[in-house]
């Protein structure tokens, strides 16, 4: 983060970058639109040697770019938490060219900063990040979309081990009746989008452990009833104990 | 446009193919010089090739615009990069494991013709590089196509008529969700393997007297006769970094957007490498819905306002239905 910061601020002394300047993430083909004015939001003018890369390259940088490294995010957490004129131009430049066209969408959404978009300039030097790397972080970008998706259609509260929940759940295979679980949430798996929970209760005098989805379609309605006092992430001791819980 | 080879010996090599071609010098002169005129100013346009027709052949015109696709059609197909893969919920309720493949700049970078070649061909590119990253040779073949630098180079042997001119770039719209399709890679390497692994041998009992080969391959051979080992004995050794081809796999989802697909199930190879998705070969695709030879954006449409396009399920519910 600390090298990040100080080639921004080298960038910024070599191009001047105006406040009034607009961050645009490039999407596709805006390339030409977009080629206006304010000065580069990314890399130096270290541009390519190769003329005709530039008359010919961008064309096909211009549609979807790769994905630029974690910075993107870094940057808009920097952006949220100082966000004033003045400290806008040092932090937000660090996009190269190829900036992955939803990053600024989801970004902005997500830190809700009404950030202005700096126009990317033509001759911009192509950052290369291994390819598993931009892959990797394709990954984390189209999980953390599918999750706000989610979260928008549906509350989903923060569940935690110890905590009493009832839920309300469809399902597809018995003619989409809807059912009611209660039970207390012993372990809790974080994976984006397919993080699970799993539930204890007794059913009929027995005690049955279900795995459920956080972000499933058919997890109706999760209402937390109750939380309990634990000193642990995963409560398999209750499979053990009977009546462990009291205090809370 | 040709890739005609710009050396002086090359040069000189056509100029006396066009003096032994033509006939007689009153008349071939202002034609040679014609010739030489035009090929000193450009490259393009001119089949050349030491005792070719040179006044003869037409170049062949390749345009892009739509066509018709017929059952003996073949479509190119496109390169991408594996990036992961993850679990979504489709229409139903219904979990679908998909691979995420992202389709970074296609584009076409030669066009290999009968004429030529000898194949009808078209070689795609894939993602960027820098020159300085690109030996010499390989920076002059872009140079010569007119095309930006790519990282992946692949052919894709296609029909005549699927032909698309250099420069024409691909994108994810080309597949159609719903689609069938066939993705090649390379495989994750394994390292050196036993043959347990490697080629699914049952190995020995691990108790009952078996001496120290719990996971051998057991015996190689007979005895005298033949006396050898026979070529290609299945044994241990490594395993895993050759190319696959998993044959179809179904399109869920495209995001045009972001050049982006979703396919179900496993694709050969770990994320971050190039796999190569073409048309299934077994389960044939729609020919009507395929766009033929690609999908060719229309001058307005601007590609970041395109929404992800889902296959199409169905309307009726299969859980009800399998009452």
């Known amino acids: ?248 | 446009m040709a890739a005609v080879p710009r050396g002086l010996i090359s040069r000189f090599n056509q100029f006396l193919s066009i003096r032994s071609v033509t006939t007689s010098p009153s008349e071939s002169l202002p034609h040679c010089s014609f010739f030489l005129l035009r090929r000193f100013s450009s490259d393009a346009g001119l089949v050349d090739g030491a005792g070719s027709d040179i006044v003869g052949d037409p170049t062949r015109i390749i345009e892009a615009k739509q066509g018709e696709m017929s059952k003996s059609s073949k479509r190119t197909g496109i390169i991408a990069v594996k990036c992961g893969m993850t679990a979504l919920w489709n229409k139903w309720g219904a979990r679908v494991p998909v691979s995420i493949l992202w389709v970074d700049d296609n584009i076409v970078s030669q066009v290999k013709t009968v004429e030529k070649e000898g194949i009808f061909a078209l070689q795609i590119g894939c993602g960027q590089k820098k020159p300085k990253h690109l030996s010499k040779s390989v920076v002059g073949h872009f140079r010569a196509q007119g095309v930006p630098l790519k990282r992946k180079l692949r052919e894709f042997p296609v029909t005549e008529d699927a032909l698309l001119p250099v420069g024409t770039s691909l994108g994810v719209r080309h597949f159609v969700p719903g689609q069938y399709v066939d993705v090649t890679g390379i495989t994750r390497g394994k390292g050196f393997q036993g043959c347990m692994k490697r080629h699914g041998f049952s190995g020995m009992p691990k108790s009952h007297g078996a001496s120290l080969s719990h996971r051998s391959g057991g015996s190689t051979g007979q005895r005298d006769a033949p006396g050898k080992v026979f070529k290609g004995k299945k044994m241990a050794g490594r395993m895993g970094a050759d190319q696959r081809t998993v044959k179809n796999v179904w399109v869920y989802k495209i995001d045009p957007a972001r050049n982006l697909i979703w396919v179900r199930g496993q694709v050969p190879g770990a994320e971050g490498n190039f796999v190569f998705i073409r048309d299934a070969w077994y389960k044939k695709p729609d020919i009507s819905k395929l766009p033929f030879p690609t999908y060719l954006a229309p001058e307005d449409e601007d590609p970041s306002e395109l929404e992800p396009i889902v296959a199409d399920l169905g309307e009726l519910d299969p859980y009800l239905l399998a009452e």
């Open chain 1, 1 to 248: 983060m600390q090298s990040i910061r100080s080639t921004t601020r080298l960038l910024l002394q070599r191009h001047r970058v105006s406040i009034s300047n607009t961050l645009r993430f490039t999407s596709s083909s805006s390339s030409s639109s977009s080629s206006s004015s304010s000065s580069s939001s990314t890399s130096s003018c270290g541009s390519w040697s190769d003329n005709e890369s530039r008359r010919l390259g961008f064309d096909s940088f211009s549609s979807t770019r790769a994905f630029d490294s974690a910075s993107t995010y870094r940057i808009s957490s920097l952006k949220n938490a100082a966000f004033s004129s003045s400290v806008v131009p040092k932090q937000n430049l660090m996009y190269s060219s190829r900036c992955f066209s939803t990053v600024g969408d989801s970004v902005q959404n997500t830190s809700q900063v009404s950030s202005e978009e700096l126009a990317s300039d033509v001759p911009q030097r192509i950052k290369f990040k291994r390819l598993d790397k931009t892959a990797k972080h394709i990954m984390q970008i189209i999980d953390k979309e599918a999750i706000e998706e989610v979260r928008t259609h549906r509350e989903i509260p923060k569940i935690e081990p110890g905590y009493l929940v009832q839920l309300k759940v469809e399902v597809p295979e018995n003619k989409r009746r809807v059912s009611i679980v209660k039970g207390i949430v012993i372990a809790k798996r974080n994976a984006g989008l397919n993080s699970t929970f799993r539930i204890r209760r007794l059913v009929a005098g027995v005690g049955v452990e279900s795995m459920f989805p956080l972000y499933s379609p058919n997890l109706r309605e999760i209402k937390v009833l109750e939380k309990k006092k634990v000193r642990r992430a995963k409560l398999y001791y209750l499979r053990e104990k009977t009546n462990a819980l009291k205090k809370h």
